[in-house]
């Protein structure tokens, strides 16, 4: 069954969110690129230590679920970090799941970069103005409920018409 009716025109390719929020995210990273750089990190690798930084320790699952990062990406990320001594593996309840914490360096790291990232993002909040942020910010949130809503009902929907093939 298709998504929508053989019959409806497609928006124009410059009117498409996806490829909206791709450009706002694309322009907006290489602002923070050249500083998470000039630390030898990744931008997924500094991801999970603001994560860590902010949270403290988390399982991995979390830290995918916050920091927007495949668990394979993810593995290797923690790899890495952990090579270079800046996450440490967690004791847990449950032996199951991997828990990491910043490490003393992985702290200092984020203390030397905190700073100028902070500058970063209050220079793009001045250029694009702090009540827009605010209410970019919150629509994006609303927009990413509303979002996983229609993917949780479309999901029951395939779930119960499954159910009934049986």
Known sequence: MP????????????RSLPIALL???EA????FKPHVD????TLQQWRVIRALADHGPMDARTVAEKCVILPPSLSRIFRTLEDRGLIAPVKARDARRHTVELTEA????????????EAIYREIEEAFGREKMTQLLELLSELRGVAA??????????????????
């Open 23 to 25: 450009r706002a995210r």
């Open 149 to 166: 809503l229609l993917q949780a009902e479309q999901d029951a929907r395939r779930e119960h018409g499954a159910g009934q093939e049986e």
């Open 38 to 41: 000039a630390h030898g990190l």
């Open 106 to 117: 992985g702290r200092a790291i984020h203390a030397r970069m905190a700073g100028r990232s």
């Open 28 to 31: 907006t990273m290489r602002r």
């Open 3 to 14: 998504d929508s009716p053989p019959d409806s025109e497609l928006r124009g390719f410059e």
